[in-house]
């Protein structure tokens, strides 16, 4: 007897070759009826034998296409409709939407395959694409997937394109950024004055790389800066020109095995760097790697990714091992991702640039990532990840916009029980910053047919992005920066009853005014305690003394020595006299001077205790100097402490380092050593907080929980006290992954009428 089933299927499903399996899957059971792309995503009517319609249903669940991602999947009995053959329709569009955005794709094998081929038609060209590969997020406008909302729609198909189009048996059946030489995107280069003309302008690019100069190149979500990692003078007039002194460079081979050359890849990393994501993968560099050091100064990993599109292996292939491969910018703006953009900005530092006619729509950075000994860690969310979803058992106040913190900026936008996170923006402390962070905005906003109706932001009066927030006229909930730290990882765990967050970041505005960061706190998306911290030291010149290490080093020998003991450590330092009085007369005036107990700036002292670094030209940059030094000390013998709760008293850790500095200790010991005490006293507030109030799940968030040798350690040892770890895997740990915990603070307060979260 005939049975007829409408399916409904919701997830990523569309522009992943989503129909074409079902078609073909419906076909081998010898099923009537239809597929189609529907704003709820992929609507599906069957009808034959009951044997053969649950075989249906087991093959599209557990062998759909790869790259796809069912969320959701409902079907029931309707009337029959004896239907003669099954069908893929167009699509249906309406107001409503709950699908999902697949996110861009690495190019696939088949499609290299046929670019190398001498015969195909596609031969050598770099914007080859099907079904399973290519462009996604950042070429469309909005949902349904189809070539008229995206930036194809200007090219119009070949007959060969168009065949292949509508062939439900080709691999580029409605593969929307369809094309080939003929009728496709053409590439070509600009000198700087005009636009040139060539045969084969690949092939002048790569004669240009070789020759030492820099290009600009286009990719999938904006330009690289590119040159050859071997060429130590490309690489110091790369830094000259974009203004990046030490800041490490991304790099891009072509395939696995090159990579191995030059860095210790496991196999977790190894299936990293194939992912479809294609991200930057932060590796062990290998003791006898030949780039030059001046790729990551101070710095054992180095990033790497695998070319991941077509453009990006005919410029590799056979011709470079390793190329850097840095995003086009300048400073901390935005990457370029417009043509006339690119020629106007990347001028000035880009010899030639490489051009296609492509639109990207929206800019896309690409993503970072490491594996850590006990999760894979996002340090950096963008192309290949946006706009994946996270998705959350409990029910969410639609329309809740939270526009994150003022460094590593993301924004989120909740729908259903759904949060979309933006890709990765940026410091906000310019206006091109700005200009994106407003586009990103509105571009998540239409592409999910969500208005925003609440938003949430940090609680710092002075983020760009709180002024933004409250100057929208809508109701606003301001959350604690390491609140929402704490509760961006339990999101993420759906983790909804009450834990202890380790909290350890650089900087956070408290709700007492002062500057957080060594944080344990209690709580949950409705409210917190703040159970134990670092002990607070002035902050002398402010946000100068995160340039300048020196001042923290100094700061922190005031208030734990005597002024003997800052002669004794600065005596050959090459901070003056003057300079030193000057910070000394900040702290006891309490001028600029604001308290912290940020963990991140104890980092910074340490490193300049121990003549690492005394200034800095990133973020973050001195810490990362003292893990790489730490990682060659020998084991150490640390203390295990009693219990702690409010302050956090390191005297007896600094007075060690200290002595041990006198004592002509080996650096790489005592920074080593300064590590794993530090994380003895987290451990114990922990553990006091578990004592005190019967709890046994602790969050870990915040930007220092990037430093592996320090976060493996802590992760290990809570592990053995069998504490429940929450770790972030999603989003990331630093300030990108604010936004999705402030969604859920808003909602949770919101729900509970209440304005913002209580700091007992």
């Not at 490490?248 to 050359?261: E, N, Q, Y």
């Not at 091109?432 to 940090?458: G, N, R």
Request: charged share 20%; net charge neutral.
């Amino acid at each position: 007897m005939k049975s007829r089933e409408k399916i409904i299927i919701n997830g990523i499903v569309q522009g992943v070759g989503f129909r074409p399996f079902v078609y073909s899957t419906a076909k081998k059971h010898q099923l009537s009826g239809y597929v189609c792309n529907d704003s709820d995503g992929v609507v599906i009517e069957v009808e034959g034998r009951m044997y053969d319609i649950n075989n249906f249903h087991t093959e599209v669940i557990n062998f759909a296409p790869p790259v796809s991602k069912i969320h959701q999947y409902s079907n029931r009995k309707i009337k029959l409709k004896h239907d003669a053959e099954f069908e893929i329709k167009e699509s249906h569009h309406s107001e409503r939407l709950s699908t999902f955005i697949s996110p861009d794709l690495t190019v696939c094998n088949e499609c290299l395959a046929e670019m190398f081929d001498p015969n195909n038609r596609r031969y050598l060209y770099p914007l080859i694409n099907c079904t399973n590969c290519g462009p996604r997020y950042t070429i469309i406008n909005k949902i349904p997937y189809d070539r008229i909302y995206t930036s194809m729609n200007r090219f119009t198909m070949c007959r060969d394109c168009l065949n292949e189009y509508r062939d439900p048996t080709n691999r580029r059946f409605h593969a929307q950024p369809n094309c080939c030489p003929k009728c496709g995107p053409k590439v070509f280069y600009h000198n700087g004055k005009e636009v040139i003309d060539r045969i084969n302008p690949i092939q002048t690019v790569i004669e240009q790389l070789h020759q030492g100069n820099i290009v600009a190149v286009k990719g999938i979500g904006g330009f690289h800066l590119a040159c050859d990692a071997y060429n130590e003078s490309a690489i110091q007039k790369l830094r000259l020109r974009k203004g990046r002194a030490e800041k490490p460079f991304a790099l891009m081979v072509p395939d696995l095995k090159t990579a191995r050359k030059f860095c210790v890849v496991s196999k977790p990393e190894e299936v990293l760097l194939l992912a479809a994501s294609r991200p930057i993968v932060l590796l062990r560099k290998r003791a006898n790697c030949p780039l030059p050091e001046s790729i990551a100064p101070d710095n054992n990993f180095l990033g790497i990714m695998i070319a991941y599109s077509p453009l990006h292996h005919l410029l590799l292939k056979d011709n470079f091992e390793i190329l850097v491969m840095t995003s086009a910018n300048l400073a901390e703006e935005p990457i370029v991702k417009d043509n006339d953009e690119a020629i106007k900005r990347l001028h000035a530092i880009a010899d030639i640039i490489l051009l296609h006619d492509r639109d990207i729509l929206q800019r896309s950075d690409d993503s970072i990532i490491r594996k850590d000994f006990y999760s894979t860690q996002i340090l950096r969310r963008s192309r290949g990840y946006v706009p994946l979803s996270v998705n959350l058992q409990g029910k969410i106040h639609p329309g809740i916009l939270a526009v994150g913190g003022e460094q590593k900026n993301t924004v989120a936008l909740s729908r259903q029980n759904s949060v979309f996170l933006s890709q990765y923006i940026g410091d906000l402390d310019n206006p091109e910053s700005m200009e994106f962070f407003k586009e990103s905005i509105s571009h998540l906003s239409q592409i999910l047919k969500v208005k925003p109706e609440i938003i949430a932001c940090d609680l710092h009066p002075e983020y760009l992005s709180t002024k933004y927030a409250l100057g929208q006229g809508l109701p606003v909930v301001q959350v604690q920066h390491h609140h929402a730290h704490m509760v961006s990882v339990m999101a993420e765990n759906n983790y909804t009853d009450t834990a202890i967050g380790l909290v350890l970041d650089g900087t956070g505005y408290g709700t007492d005014g002062t500057i957080w960061g060594g944080e344990i706190l209690v709580g949950n998306a409705y409210s917190f305690e703040r159970f134990a911290y670092l002990k607070p030291v002035p902050l002398p010149g402010g946000s100068k003394a995160i340039l300048e290490p020196w001042r923290m080093a100094l700061s922190y020998l005031y208030n734990y020595f005597d002024e003997s003991m800052i002669e004794r450590m600065f005596s050959h330092n090459q901070i003056q006299n003057e300079q030193r009085k000057t910070v000394i007369q900040m702290i006891n005036k309490n001028i600029n001077a604001p308290l912290s107990s940020s963990c991140g700036r104890l980092f910074d002292a340490v490193a300049s205790l121990l003549h690492i670094k005394h200034q800095v030209n990133y973020d973050a940059q001195a810490a990362i100097a003292l893990e790489s030094v730490a990682m060659y000390g020998k084991k150490q013998k640390v203390e295990l402490l009693d219990d702690i709760s409010g302050e956090i008293d390191i005297s007896n850790l600094l007075k060690t380092v200290v002595e041990r500095i006198l004592n002509n200790y080996p650096v790489a010991d005592i920074a080593l050593y300064f590590h794993q005490q530090l994380a003895e006293y987290f451990i114990a507030a922990v553990q006091a907080a578990r004592n005190d109030l019967n709890l046994n799940t602790v969050a870990l968030s915040g930007g220092v929980f990037q430093n592996k040798l320090f976060s493996e350690y802590i992760y290990k040892r809570l592990s053995e006290e069998n504490f429940n770890l929450l770790v972030h895997t999603k989003v990331p740990v630093n300030d990108g992954g604010l936004s999705l915990g402030q969604v859920l603070i808003a909602n949770e307060q919101t729900v509970k009428k209440e304005v913002r979260a209580v700091c007992v």
